[in-house]
T-cell receptor, first 109, second 114 residues
Framework: SQQGEEDPQALSIQEGENATMNCSYKTSINNLQWYRQNSGRGLVHLILIRSNEREKHSGRLRVTLDTSKKSSSLLITASRAADTASYFCATDSDYKLSFGAGTTVTVRA | EPEVTQTPSHQVTQMGQEVILRCVPISNHLYFYWYRQILGQKVEFLVSFYNNEISEKSEIFDDQFSVERPDGSNFTLKIRSTKLEDSAMYFC????????????FGEGSRLTVL
């Protein structure tokens, strides 16, 4: 399976702290994407990093990709209560995105 | 902003009944997908669809499932004879190109099989 697997499964932090979650995958990819899901809602795209990129930023998000280790990390800086959600990495092949089990992040006010 | 819309938002059905879940993808998108998520679990790929045919399907997508794009706007998922284990949230998604861009997801259809 090429799907990503996130670590940790759950994360609880104080508002203002940084949240880091990791993703590992098994096969070669075109790109890796991160999505967010609020409880009971659809998934929302956060950021995409291509296989030839090593790091990417978008606002308070920083994503790294290490294709030699088949791993990626998502860092959310200066977290807010509104960042409370589940975060999923997804590996992209030509015909589908394969999602991991996700990291549930709780930001305490 | 364009969005993927799904109906119904919640459907309750009896085991063995047929269910059709409907999706309207974003209008200029060419690739369409169905995913499902059993409560609290991972988002599982069911099927991808391009150029009026299935591009790829998972092991979950057995003969009980079918997809159709009956007109220029709708994309449907049919479950012929529902089972208890089909209870899940079903998400439709679309994107412009394959292997290059983000997926846009609908808000999901919650299916409860009794």
């Amino acid at each position: 399976s090429q799907q990503g697997e996130e670590d940790p499964q759950a994360l609880s932090i104080q508002e203002g702290e940084n949240a880091t979650m990791n993703c590992s995958y098994k096969t070669s990819i075109n790109n890796l994407q991160w999505y967010r899901q609020n409880s009971g809602r659809g998934l929302v795209h956060l950021i995409l990093i291509r296989s030839n990129e090593r790091e990417k930023h978008s606002g308070r998000l920083r994503v790294t990709l290490d294709t030699s280790k088949k791993s990626s990390s998502l860092l959310i800086t200066a977290s807010r209560a509104a960042d409370t959600a589940s975060y999923f990495c997804a590996t992209d092949s030509d015909y589908k995105l394969s999602f991991g089990a996700g990291t549930t992040v709780t930001v305490r006010a | 902003e364009p969005e993927v819309t799904q109906t119904p938002s919640h459907q309750v059905t009896q085991m063995g009944q047929e269910v059709i879940l409907r999706c309207v993808p974003i209008s200029n998108h060419l690739y369409f997908y169905w995913y499902r998520q059993i409560l609290g679990q991972k988002v599982e790929f069911l099927v991808s669809f391009y150029n009026n045919e299935i591009s790829e399907k998972s092991e979950i997508f057995d003969d009980q499932f079918s997809v159709e794009r009956p007109d220029g706007s709708n994309f449907t998922l049919k479950i012929r004879s529902t089972k208890l284990e089909d209870s899940a949230m079903y998400f439709c998604a679309s994107r412009q190109g394959a292997g290059t861009g983000e997926l846009f997801f609908g808000e999901g259809s919650r299916l409860t099989v009794l």
